[in-house]
């Protein structure tokens, strides 16, 4: 027996007769009063309650009695594999007993729960079947060049590097900036010069980069050191290693001090991805061990500066050869496609809208799991596209493309862009996204809460949905308890702190929950869009009629027999 907070064996021993009178009368998932007495089991290695009376008690289960109900879009069950723990026959009939409209089923990746809630809904409930697809953008993350700027291959680039405080572009700082100005094959000027940061450096920071406080004590200020970074590359375009990552500090420090920064800029990672199959990894000094060149001080930017020009020289001569190409314009449509593997993956709802999104689904996960399996069933963007009809497309939570763009300080240009491709938004509550808090990636809940005004911004400007939902993995807070067992077992430190991921959190909890967004908002993004989303849905079954899975006679046998014998075979060859 378990009350929610601790849990005790309750035993007695009974005659025949006895045992008969309670044979029914005791059932699992019964509330009950029990008073006994503590002993020992028969073996002694622990205690049990020896019962002596018993008897039903009343008990309050949660109930959701608001009078318009939301619609959970974000919901797991246990065929989310090793993640999740919510029966699906169970939540299904949950839905109904309170009344929901409907309930959406989104795995990670697979159908399997499928049957089990159509069986579940029958004709009380309508099913929003979807999965939470692990999504490849291998159309906009394969892009090399970024702008609009065009030049020969042969022209003038310069090329750069920074280093920085830490790697958060919204609280660390730039440090030092090296750049080359690479022209017709040769470098024909250098830039340097140290940022001071206005803080200490940490101990891991100093023996990384090998730059000290007292080297940044006399350095100049940030607007200074962009100023003349600015003048030297003189409006042609940029070459990086990892790109986004040197950009994003440039852009966020201009930004900051008042300076203009709209470059045209080439990233020399994914260029090397593409044109270096062979490397299983691309970092700046594998690249240029690959390439037999020259060691040097890495993580100092003004010697990887040097030796990204050299590594962007050869580079460029292999386009030039392998490509028949002459312009920057060219390359991304020349190097369209590539290996997916070196893209990561990001969380996606898809919905099913009607019979031939249903369709459409079913092929996505076959492709999934058939052609683009790496370590977890892809779906590249490019396949999505292609089968993308009677399916509606949400942008899932912190894991999710949009998301993971706020997070990392991307200008608001790229998340229009990003977001332009959903069909709705989302946004989860605070609670979810905690652990960011804990790993550092925030620092105070008002970030989280400004991630989520973020995204109704987005909404907004393209009237688009945006939609509150909890990312259901299991049934009662409670049962936070197993999944904490289930996340310890494949190694989440943080697995005792549980994200309230129960289902279903009420309109009035959410609504509180939002209400930093406003009651009219909280009210849309709660309930209203919730409802809208699943309107647009029809009624589908996910098995076609006439259907069914075939029967073998002596099937279910002859399966027993071979399972005990290959069981009994490898009994002995381990004995032996």
Known sequence: MTD??????VQKNLTEKEAQGLESAIKVGMWLLVQGKMEPTW?????????????????AERQDTAPEKRVELHLHTKMSNMDALTDTKEVVQQAIRWGHPAIAITDHGVAQSFPDAWHAAGDKIKILYGVEGYFINNIDDRVVVHGHQDCPLDGEFVCFDIETTGLKVDREAITEIGAVVLKNGEITDRFQTFVNPNRHLTPEIIGLTGITDDMLKDAPQLKEALTEFLKFVDGRPLAAHNAEFDISFIRAGCAKVGLDFSPTYVDSLILAQNLLPELGKHKLDIVAEHLNLPAFNHHRASDDAMVLANIFLVLLQRLQEDYQIGKVSQI?????????????????????????????????????????????????KSVLMKHREGLLIGSACEAGELFRAIVSGQPWNELVSIAKFYDYLEIQPLGNNMFMLRDGTVQTEEQLREFNRTVIKLGQELNKPVVATCDVHFMDPHDSDYRK??????????ADQQAPLYYPVPPPQMLQEFAYLGKEKAYEVVVENSNKIADMVEEVSPIPPGVFPPFIDGAEEQLTTITWERAKKSVRRSSA
């Open 332 to 380: 991304n449509t020349a190097l369209a496609g590539g290996d997916i593997k070196k893209l990561r993956s990001y969380h996606q709802i898809i919905l099913v809208k009607n019979s031939t999104g249903l369709k459409n689904l079913y092929k996505l996960i076959s492709y999934a799991h058939l052609d683009y399996f790496y370590k977890k069933p892809r779906i590249p």
């Open 485 to 494: 067992i289930l996340m310890a077992g494949q190694g989440f430190t943080d």
């Open 43 to 59: 073996d002694g290695k622990d205690i049990q309650l020896n019962p002596y009376h018993i008897q039903i008690t009343e008990h």
């Open 4 to 9: 929610y907070t601790n849990s005790v064996t």
